[in-house]
């Protein structure tokens, strides 16, 4: 598990971080489909938070895309690095995401985030954040609409409908299961949203969530878990400040 600390000149308040959504906003890639669904490598990334302690748990959990077996797992702890403001919730994230990412022994692919991309207030969730830092492609798949609206899609797993902000389609609602409430998926970085849809789907062939979210979700809990026991996040030894990554694709 590596300590993560907070990087120098990140944001420390609500105007500088929109400043830095103003200006990473215009790098998203939007005009690439991205990587084949069930080809290559899918990471999924997800937080943990405790609260009382101020600290946050993230973790990549890298799968085969076409098997989704486990290829490699890293894990990342520090402290949380920006206050919750709605909208600015990466801002909380992606230090330890980050961490957790250049931590892997090998190139994530695709990652999927559990949260938001374009279906964003300022069009630059999570997803798009992620991805822009990385160069990665990126998608988010949320578990609710945030504050979109929607019409509900057909029962069958596959039916979609658009996710809107008034008349602008920011994603999708997407059924991956047969009757059962739909994911929220949109764009982040270097993939089509129709790529999104499809990586989504290949994602989940027994639950709602994607494979990649809920592998994610279980490590990052446990790793929480430890570094509250042992008091990994109170030492200031082996404290690692993570570093814009880049991989190729």
């Keep these: 598990m590596t300590t993560v600390g907070v990087p120098a000149g990140w944001p420390a308040t609500e105007a500088e971080a929109r400043a830095v959504q103003d200006e990473l906003r215009a790098r998203v890639v939007l005009d690439e ?6 080809t290559g490598r899918v ?10 302690r101020d600290l946050v748990a993230a973790a990549a959990v890298v799968l085969d ?17 920006f206050p919750y403001v709605p909208g600015l919730l990466a801002f ?5 995401v980050l961490a957790a990412l250049e931590s892997l022994p090998v190139v994530p692919g695709l990652v999927v985030c559990d949260g938001y ?8 969730g999570l997803a798009s954040h992620l991805g822009v830092l990385t160069g990665l492609p990126t998608i988010g798949v949320a578990k609710n609409p945030f504050t979109f609206t929607y019409e509900e899609p057909g029962a069958a797993r596959g039916s979609s409908a658009p996710l809107l902000a008034g008349a602008e389609e920011v994603g999708r609602a997407l059924r991956t299961r047969d009757a059962v409430k739909p ?8 993939v089509s949203l129709a790529g999104a849809l499809a990586h989504t ?10 494979e990649t979210t809920r592998r ?31 991989w190729e694709s």
């Design 33 to 38: 489909p991205g990587p084949p669904p069930g």
């Design 43 to 52: 990471t999924g990334v997800d937080v943990a938070y405790d609260d009382e």
């Design 65 to 81: 895309a076409a098997t989704l077996e486990v290829v490699a797992e890293s894990t990342a702890v520090g402290r949380v690095s």
């Design 92 to 96: 909380r994230e992606l230090p330890t």
């Design 117 to 124: 991309g374009l279906a964003h207030p300022r069009r630059f």
């Design 183 to 190: 994911v929220f998926v949109s764009v982040g970085h270097r």
């Design 201 to 210: 789907l290949a994602l989940t062939p027994a639950y709602r969530l994607p």
């Design 216 to 246: 994610a979700d279980g490590l990052c809990r446990r790793a929480l878990k430890e570094a509250t026991a042992n008091g990994t996040a109170q030492s200031s030894a082996s404290r690692h400040t993570p570093t814009s990554l880049y």
